[in-house]
């Protein structure tokens, strides 16, 4: 009895043991990626920061494009947790409200929170993706997915009835200020808090696709 319990607590702390490693593996790549660029980040290089052997980083992940796959995804989702961005308790908050100009400004918020995690990452995406077919594809991909997910939000929008644009322009409106290049210009660059992005943010949305034809809600 006694040996099946510690068979079972040491499988237990192997799982997490790998998963610790695996978190500290995906940090590290981010920043290195972010500080140095993809292209010029090797796989030791990550090993090294995160504290375990190469054979480690290919043992978990293979490739490196895998590595900056699952950076990406951890930095967008902000955890490990397997569930779908739009399946997450902060974007089922957005859906959930009824008023429009009010889950504009929600979705701001957590706009602004992913842009924060994810910016840094694209921006080494795209200098990559000029020369990496690879990155190039990936780029693509990320995009592709964003099309998708903002086409869900523009469809729940023009749901409620107060949608004044298109719901095709709703979608890419919200596509083309949730890239990273806003947020990196103005917060970044500009020196602008979150909370005055996310609040100018919200408030361009609403002018554009809630108010632009005058009409109240």
Not at 6 to 27: F, H, V
Not at 43 to 68: D, H, I, M, N, Q
Not at 178 to 186: S, V, Y
Request: overall charge negative.
């Amino acid at each position: 009895m006694s040996d099946g319990v510690k068979r079972r607590y040491d499988s237990s702390r192997r799982t997490e043991q790998a998963r610790e490693n695996r978190l500290r593996i995906l940090r590290a790549a981010h920043e290195l990626f972010v500080s140095q660029g993809y292209g010029a980040t090797t796989v030791a290089e990550v090993a090294a920061a995160a504290g375990v052997a190469p054979e480690t980083v290919y043992s978990a992940f293979r490739t490196k494009l895998t590595l900056l796959r699952r950076a990406w995804d951890l930095a967008v989702g902000g955890d490990d947790l397997d569930v779908h961005l739009l399946e997450r308790p902060e974007l089922r908050a957005v859906f959930d409200e009824p008023d429009l100009r009010a889950r504009l400004v929600r979705f701001a918020g957590v706009n602004t929170a992913i842009m924060g995690r994810t910016a840094g990452l694209r921006r080494a995406v795209e200098h990559a993706a000029g020369g990496d077919p690879a990155a190039a594809e990936f780029l693509a991909e990320i995009d592709r997915a964003r099309l998708e997910a903002l086409g869900v939000h523009a469809r729940a929008a023009a749901a409620t009835g107060h949608l004044t644009a298109a719901e095709e322009t709703c979608r890419d409106v919200l596509f083309a200020t949730t890239d990273g290049t806003l947020w990196r210009t103005l917060v970044e660059g500009r020196g602008w808090t979150d909370e005055d992005y996310a609040a100018w943010l919200s408030h361009l949305w609403i002018a554009t696709l809630v108010e632009a034809s005058g009409r109240s809600t």
